[in-house]
């Protein structure tokens, strides 16, 4: 199954910061607290709530952040049984999940500007499809970004070589389904992934960031033995 959960950082957020800061372990603030632009800091914290969040979804202990590791390609990863991936944008972060094949997601927030000098990453008829028009400039960029981070070699996938056709992407002999929702209207979303059935979209709130037992009580990373 293929979940993505997507959050839009408000003013509650933003006064809560630090509360929320708190709910992750101390390694992980750091990398929080590494961004000097406090916006930056805003979206790499809700990037990792997001994730843990999805994965307590998914039966993982709530200490589930403590175990991630990252691969050659600098790809963050927890095992071979599901896969994440999280994008950012503005306002909005995005985490996308599954346990049928790698993942990829990216949003993009529209802002105008030269096409001209991005064509170069795309084909001649992706480029005709574009037209010079800014909305479809950014349908097929943020196709070809999902499909790059599913695939997650990183800058060692030329984006030319990723060739989108009727909600499929294809990159050698992979094939990848590609999924768009409206997320708002100045943003553009894409989902690549593998799975069959067909993908759901969560919107998630501010009270669901704090994770709570079944009694109703926050989880803290000290109240479990890390597994």
């Known amino acids: 199954m293929t979940k993505v959960y997507y959050f839009k950082i408000?003013?509650?957020?933003?006064?809560?910061?630090?509360?929320?800061?708190?709910?992750?372990?101390?390694?992980?603030?750091?990398?929080?607290?590494?961004?000097?632009?406090?916006?930056?800091?805003?979206?790499?914290?809700?990037?990792?709530?997001?994730?843990?969040?999805?994965?307590?979804?998914?039966?993982?202990?709530?200490?589930?952040?403590?175990?991630?590791?990252?691969?050659?390609?600098n790809r963050p990863y927890l095992n071979k049984k599901i896969d994440f991936n999280i994008s950012h944008s503005g306002e909005y972060i995005v985490c996308g999940i599954s346990n049928n094949g790698l993942i990829g997601v990216d949003i993009e927030r529209m802002e105008s500007i030269e096409i001209e000098s991005f064509l170069y990453l795309f084909n001649k008829s992706e480029i005709k499809i574009i037209n010079n028009q800014l909305d479809m400039f950014y349908f097929l960029w943020t196709q070809k970004e999902a499909l790059s981070k599913a695939i997650g070699k990183g800058l060692l996938v030329d984006l030319k070589?990723?060739?989108?056709?009727?909600?499929?992407?294809?990159?050698?002999?992979?094939?990848?389904?590609?999924?768009?929702?409206?997320?708002?209207?100045?943003?553009?979303?894409?989902?690549?992934?593998?799975?069959?059935?067909?993908?759901?979209?969560?919107?998630?709130?501010?009270?669901?960031?704090?994770?709570?037992?079944?009694?109703?009580?926050?989880?803290?990373?000290?109240?479990?033995?890390?597994i």
């Open 161 to 226: 070589d990723i060739l989108i056709e009727y909600g499929v992407g294809s990159y050698g002999s992979d094939f990848w389904n590609l999924k768009s929702i409206n997320i708002e209207d100045n943003y553009m979303f894409h989902l690549a992934y593998k799975d069959n059935s067909e993908p759901e979209f969560h919107k998630i709130l501010n009270s669901d960031l704090f994770l709570k037992d079944l009694t109703g009580q926050p989880l803290k990373f000290s109240s479990f033995k890390n």
């Open 10 to 73: 408000n003013e509650d957020f933003k006064k809560s910061y630090k509360f929320y800061l708190n709910e992750i372990p101390f390694k992980l603030r750091k990398e929080v607290l590494k961004f000097r632009n406090i916006s930056d800091q805003h979206r790499c914290l809700v990037g990792k709530l997001l994730v843990r969040f999805a994965m307590f979804r998914e039966g993982y202990c709530h200490n589930v952040l403590l175990n991630y590791k990252r691969d050659f390609h």
